[in-house]
T-cell receptor, first 115, second 111 residues
Framework: EAGVAQSPRYKIIEKRQSVAFWCNPI?????LYWYQQILGQGPKLLIQ????????DSQLPKDRFSAERLKGVDSTLKIQPAKLEDSAVYLC?????????????FGSGTRLTVV | DAKTTQPNSMESNEEEPVHLPCNHS???????IHWYRQLPSQGPEYVIH???SNVNNRMASLAIAEDRKSSTLILHRATLRDAAVYYC????????????FGKGTKLSVIP
């Protein structure tokens, strides 16, 4: 089966600019996650969707980050305005509807550099 | 989610078995033990998971202690492609089924 698709692969922007990342999950996967991975650390969950509804966005910096999942399929994550500390890899993952133990599938991520 | 403890790094010779330990002394009875790995410049990939019994798949084996307070991921013959960061994660038995990553163990494989 096709994997989780993310674009762009790399992005370099100046601080205070805006940026958006796109994710296309595996077909049929109802749950979608966005993670932020800073260099040298494990991924940190930003937001979790179930179909097109938000399950958990408690760690999303809502003053600058936003995310949506239209029609319960593709998702976009936006940062506006970007700060230097937002430099990280942004990972999208998807999974079947809730069933403990099912493997989650991650995309290759978007590497963001804010200068 | 309950916390896990892993060594920061480990080394293995190519074609030898590797045992990656994980301590999770505060695990609850309904927590599943998941292992993921992250190859350089890639997203994490699922390796294996289990609840109480030992598990085997084509990638690895998972040995779970009888009291479930620790587990070991076993790679039977390490290859250069197995060099990665390995994450041991407990998945909560209730609610949102989120993966909470720690720092993991960086495995180096020596040719």
């Amino acid at each position: 089966e096709a994997g989780v698709a993310q674009s762009p692969r790399y992005k370099i922007i100046e601080k205070r600019q805006s940026v958006a990342f796109w994710c296309n999950p595996i077909s049929g996967h109802a749950t979608l996650y966005w993670y932020q991975q800073i260099l040298g650390q494990g991924p940190k969950l930003l937001i979790q969707f179930q179909n097109n509804g938000v399950v958990d966005d408690s760690q999303l910096p809502k003053d600058r980050f936003s995310a949506e999942r239209l029609k319960g399929v593709d998702s976009t994550l936006k940062i506006q305005p970007a700060k230097l500390e937002d430099s990280a890899v942004y990972l999208c993952a998807s999974s079947h509807i809730i069933k403990r133990g099912y493997g989650y599938t991650f995309g290759s991520g978007t590497r963001l550099t804010v200068v | 989610d309950a916390k896990t403890t892993q060594p920061n790094s480990m080394e293995s010779n190519e074609e030898e078995p590797v045992h990656l330990p994980c301590n999770h002394s505060t695990i609850s009875g309904t927590d599943y033990i998941h292992w993921y790995r992250q190859l350089p410049s890639q997203g994490p990939e699922y390796v294996i998971h289990g609840l109480t019994s030992n598990v085997n798949n084509r990638m690895a084996s998972l040995a779970i202690a009888e009291d479930r307070k620790s587990s070991t991921l076993i790679l039977h013959r390490a290859t250069l492609r197995d060099a990665a960061v390995y994450y041991c994660i407990l998945m909560s038995g209730a609610g949102s089924y989120q993966l909470t990553f720690g720092k993991g163990t960086k495995l180096s494989v020596i040719p």
